[in-house]
């Protein structure tokens, strides 16, 4: 057991402290229940886009961040933490549920994107009827649970998955002394912040206005609409020599993407230190457990959307209260997995047996895992079929579709300068052996690569006999992992959206919501096992918060309500309105 494992207890001891001083000092204020949930830490999760660990705390002495090298300093920083994807959709999913995207037909970018190139319907991921999302299980005890602002899941929210999830989600709008699960989410780093004409998203600037919800209102809501760049910080001198990886060239064009990135870096360091000065506002920086990270590796050609590390590994720095363990490093293998069963376990909650990761780090804690398991298939409308595992020095790729190169004309990757670049060059014959690599017409159907002394995956080493065993046990590393998760990389599409649907043609509905009254309670049920239940007051707009039901509700004759019920994956049932007046 490491040395932060074996800290838990410490850092959950002086959480304790600290909240049984707030409880006492509300004890007239607070009920007995308000109490209890008093006890449990409050969490915030800091999360941004597309970067690969290219930070201070990382060895990338590029440029500075104070605030993440602050958090570092303070914090315990990860060194080996990897997401299941390349991409952000199947990336969320797995964080969302605990699972891997290929286990519940979330893994194609997106289910419900570029069905006049695929010919395939709209569809949605279905995890097992007894999952929910990690919120609503922090909500069902207790916890005030927001989400600021996207969500990308592969699925639909259940209403009644977080208290509020949208532009004006924040922790102040809970009740006294309830602890919160807060995901914060920074979109400045985005792929799409490279495009030209360059600026930042202007939805971003939220970030610096706490929780003013008429300034908030007054900004742009649609992501794309940008400052132009005559109006964007220049955070980032020009001229710096950024470090430019060997799969892409170096040009003027490439080396002004590299500035972008940095830029778009520097500016999130800003939200974020808005955001967390928030927290100190509040009194809240020492009894919060801070974590950050980005949704999957970089945002440059031949990073996002690969299994390579460039696309998978990520940066990740956890804050405890206090600053335990302040200033250390953790090389244990974490998956994207993991989080959600980790966080259950830090609030004191019960991990659910569907769940596919592992506690890494509270009370019901496993043994380290010895494997990073990846996957790849579908790209907008392009499809490929990729499976990946990894130990801490070697990782294994299977290939399913050998007969096709890596690189997919993505429409949206192309309007990056830097691939334009990278396709100018390839059409005169300009690229290097390591740049044209990843243009190739064929793959090899099976990869090995000694990450020790091949970071950037570019040599080859499977068929070196030096290397059998390894292959070997990896080999049945990913064989044992494809079984135990259901996931058959053979299956096509169109047949993994009827398994799915259960061999219909049509996405399956949720039953709607069935009320009865009695002993002047509502008592509300849906035949369709997995259905989540939330309601709200049948004259609320819709920005008004759903309740999520978990026991019958009081009513009167003056009461009336708006009830739905929705299984993760299916569509939502029909709405049903409680009024006994009527």
């Known amino acids: 057991m490491s040395r932060i494992q074996f800290s838990y207890k410490v850092i959950m001891a002086g959480v304790l402290l600290f909240c049984a001083n707030t409880v006492f000092a509300e004890a007239k204020k607070e009920n007995d229940s308000k109490k209890s949930s008093a006890t449990k830490p409050n969490i915030l999760w800091l999360v941004l886009e597309d ?274 363990n302040a200033g250390e490093k953790e090389d244990q293998l974490v998956s994207f997995v993991d989080f959600a069963p980790t966080l259950l376990s830090l609030a004191g909650i019960d991990i659910p047996a569907h769940m596919q990761g592992r506690d890494f780090l509270g009370a019901q804690q496993t043994a380290e895992r010895k494997y990073i398991h990846a996957a790849a298939d579908r790209f907008d409308g392009f499809t490929d079929v990729i499976r990946a595992v990894r130990n801490k020095r070697f990782k294994y790729i299977r290939n399913y579709r050998p007969e096709q190169g890596y690189y997919l004309p993505v429409a949206y990757r192309e309007k990056i300068p830097t691939m334009q670049e990278l396709l100018r060059l390839k059409g005169e014959n300009k690229l290097t052996a390591e740049q044209s690599l990843w243009f190739r017409e064929k793959k090899d159907p099976e990869e090995l690569f000694d990450l020790a002394n091949d970071p950037h995956e570019i040599n080859n080493i499977i068929d070196d006999p030096k290397y059998a065993k390894v292959v070997g046990e990896l080999r049945a ?39 009865i009254v009695k002993n002047g309670k509502l008592y509300i049920s849906s035949s369709t096992p997995g259905a989540v239940i939330s309601y709200q007051s049948s004259d609320a707009d819709e920005s008004s918060a759903w309740q999520l039901y978990q026991h019958p509700v009081p009513v009167t004759a003056q009461t009336s309500l708006k009830v739905v019920a929705h299984r993760i994956g299916y569509r939502e049932s029909a709405p049903v309105v409680y009024n006994p007046i009527h």
């Open 477 to 515: 590393e990913m064989d044992r992992w494809l079984v135990d998760i259901n996931d058959d990389p053979r299956v096509s599409e169109s047949q993994l959206i009827k398994d799915l649907w259960s061999e219909s043609n049509t996405q399956p509905v949720t039953q709607a919501p069935k009320l």
């Open 51 to 324: 970067m690969s660990p290219i930070i201070e705390p990382y060895g990338d002495k590029t440029i500075k961040t104070p605030t993440i090298t602050e958090l570092a300093n303070q914090g315990v920083t990860y060194t080996n933490v990897y997401s299941t994807s390349g991409v952000c959709a199947p990336s969320r999913a797995a964080i969302a549920l605990g699972m891997y995207p290929s286990s519940v037909g979330a893994n194609n970018m997106r289910t419900t994107s570029n069905t006049e190139e695929t010919g395939l319907p709209k569809y949605e991921a279905v995890p097992p009827a007894s999952a929910k999302m990690l919120s609503q299980y922090l909500r069902e005890h207790g916890y005030y649970t927001t989400n600021n602002l996207k969500t990308d899941y592969q699925f639909q929210a259940p209403k009644g998955a977080w208290d509020e999830s949208g532009p004006y989600a924040h922790w102040r709008n809970r009740k006294a002394g309830q602890p919160f699960y807060a995901v914060v989410n920074f979109t400045t780093t985005h792929e799409s912040g490279l495009f030209e004409p360059y600026g930042f998203r202007k939805i971003e600037s939220r970030h610096y206005f706490s929780d003013d919800r008429k300034k908030i209102a007054q900004l742009p809501q649609h992501h794309a609409v940008k400052s132009s760049e005559a109006d964007t910080p220049v955070l980032v001198a020009k001229d710096l020599d950024f470090p430019i990886p060997p799969y892409l060239p170096d040009t003027p064009i490439v080396r002004r993407d590299l500035w972008k990135m940095y830029n778009n870096l520097a500016e999130t360091d800003n939200q974020i230190a808005a955001v967390l000065q928030q927290l100190k506002d509040d009194g809240l920086y020492d009894n919060t457990i801070i974590m950050f990270y980005s949704d999957h590796g970089g945002p440059l050609p031949r990073q996002k959307r690969l299994v390579y590390d460039s696309g998978l590994q990520v940066p990740f720095i956890i804050r405890y209260p206090n600053a335990e």
